[in-house]
């Protein structure tokens, strides 16, 4: 079977491929072992269908690989999906996992004299600058994106800017850095994407992996 005829699945790395393997794997996908070898570097793993390859990547990656169809199914954060609304994404299915939210959080000791209510320009420090600037524009306040790949907890404390816009799931690490919460942006679960087009094209063969995933979901929930 030639690489264009092959079928590949994209995952994040990190806490969602945790949640996301046992729905995989109950939809009859068994990666090579060197997927589950923690000193392995490999990015793109064989499966038990051959026709079927895996790679792994970074879950804002994701998108744009299903996007653009260099994958065709990829599991995918609707965080992800809402910041770059990608028009060749299809995400027809929630997968129920990876529940967390994005929130606006401060210090703890600048909300008596900071309230949401009084801010008009704003400047944020986040890994979203789109849904932040949707989220605060819809409140007639402007916000001055500063655009963080991560350690996001550190700006307000290095003085960087007062407020980020982050994932929160336990809160832990807002509380271990001094920060609250102060505004929720969006609820997230990640959800089972498709490269649009390819849906199309290969439709019988794409809505077979819809149905699946859609009974590893619900046979989860049961």
């Known amino acids: 079977m030639s690489a264009s005829e092959r079928t590949i699945l994209a995952l994040p790395k990190g806490r969602i491929l945790d949640e996301a ?12 072992p060197d997927f589950d070898d923690p ?10 269908l051959p026709h079927l390859e895996i790679i792994r990547v970074r879950s804002f990656d994701v998108a744009t690989f299903v996007a653009f169809g260099a994958a065709h199914i990829g599991i995918c954060g609707n965080d992800v ?8 994404i299809y995400a027809p299915l929630d997968l129920d996992i990876g529940h967390c939210h994005l929130a ?18 704003i400047r944020v420090a986040t890994k979203y600058p789109s849904l932040t600037q949707k989220h605060f ?23 960087l800017c007062r407020r980020i816009v982050d994932l929160v799931s336990t809160g832990s690490t807002l509380k271990a850095n001094g920060l609250v919460e102060v505004e929720r942006v969006c609820d997230v679960t990640s959800r089972l994407i498709f490269h649009r087009p390819s849906f199309k094209t290969r439709s019988a063969e794409m809505q077979g992996w819809l149905t699946r995933f859609k009974e590893a979901t619900d046979a989860r929930a049961s």
């Open 21 to 32: 393997m046992p729905l995989v794997r109950a939809a009859g996908i068994e990666p090579e």
């Open 39 to 48: 000193k392995s570097r490999k990015l793109r793993f064989s499966t038990n």
């Open 81 to 88: 999906l809402m910041e770059f609304d990608y028009p060749d």
């Open 104 to 121: 606006v959080a401060a210090p703890v000791d600048t909300l008596a004299e900071d309230h949401p209510s009084r801010w008009s320009h």
């Open 137 to 159: 524009a819809a409140r007639g306040v402007q916000a001055e994106c500063v655009k963080l790949n991560g350690a996001m907890e550190l700006a307000p404390n290095l003085g």
